[in-house]
C-alpha cells in the first residue's frame, strides 16, 4: 500500500515527458553500446579533460566526455580483467591516454557514480514505472520540489534497455547515463567556484 505522498510523486514522475538539460549542460553523446556492462571516469593526463570508458560484452572503449568523440577501443580485453568484477575495487585497466590506471565501473557488477555536484547540481534514478527508469536532473538538490522544467528535468527514460548506472563525474562537469545498450552524455564547460 503506498501512502497519498507517495502516489502523488509516483504521479508527477510518470507525467513528466523527457526534456532536453538546462544550460549549462548540452547533450555530446547518445550513442549504441550493445551489451553495455557498466561506465566509468577517468581524466585525461594532458588535457584534464573528462573521459568516460565503457565496458561492455564487445570491449572496452573510452570517449572524450566533452565532445563525445571516441578516444580509444579495445575489442579484445585481456579475458583476466575485461569485467570489473574481477577486481575487489569493480575496476577495470584504463586504455589510450589512461593505459594502465584503474578505471572503477558502475554497473551491472555493482559501483556508483557521483550523484551530486560541488555547485548544487544533483541527479535521481527513479522507476515509477519499473523496469523503466528515469533519470532526474535538478538544480535545488532533489527532484521532489519545484516544477518540471523549472527546477528539475526528466533528461533520460530508460524504457526499452536495462539501466546499468547514472552520474556526474568527480569533476562535475560531465553526467552520464549507461543502459544495456547505449550511453547518453552530457557536458558543460566548467564548474562554478563557491565561495
Not at 49 to 63: E, I, K, N, Y
Not at 67 to 94: H, K, Q
Request: one cysteine or more; aromatic letters at 6%; a negative charge.
Amino acid at each position: 500500500m503506498i501512502t497519498d505522498h507517495q502516489r502523488k510523486i509516483r504521479e508527477r514522475y510518470l507525467s513528466a515527458p523527457v526534456v532536453a538539460a538546462p544550460e549549462p549542460w548540452r547533450k555530446v553523446l547518445d550513442r549504441p553500446v550493445g551489451g553495455l556492462l557498466g561506465i566509468g571516469f577517468a581524466v585525461h593526463p594532458g588535457t584534464g579533460r573528462d573521459l568516460v570508458m565503457t565496458v561492455s560484452t564487445a570491449g572496452h572503449g573510452l570517449f572524450d566526455a566533452a565532445t563525445g568523440e571516441l578516444v580509444a577501443r579495445d575489442r579484445d580485453p585481456d579475458p583476466d580483467t575485461s569485467t570489473p568484477d574481477a577486481a575487489p575495487d569493480l575496476a577495470c585497466p584504463g586504455l589510450g591516454p589512461v593505459a594502465g590506471v584503474p578505471v572503477r565501473i558502475a554497473g551491472l557488477f555493482g559501483g556508483g557514480l557521483h550523484h551530486t555536484t560541488p555547485d548544487g547540481w544533483a541527479l535521481d534514478v527513479v522507476a515509477p514505472d519499473w523496469p523503466d527508469h528515469r533519470v532526474i536532473l535538478s538544480a535545488d538538490g532533489g527532484g521532489n520540489r519545484g516544477s518540471h522544467g523549472g527546477t528539475w528535468w526528466h533528461v533520460h527514460h530508460a524504457s526499452s534497455s536495462e539501466f546499468r548506472a547514472a552520474g556526474f563525474s568527480p569533476s562535475g562537469r560531465t553526467l552520464a547515463v549507461g543502459t544495456s545498450s547505449d550511453l547518453a552524455l552530457w557536458a558543460r564547460e566548467s564548474v562554478p567556484v563557491l565561495s
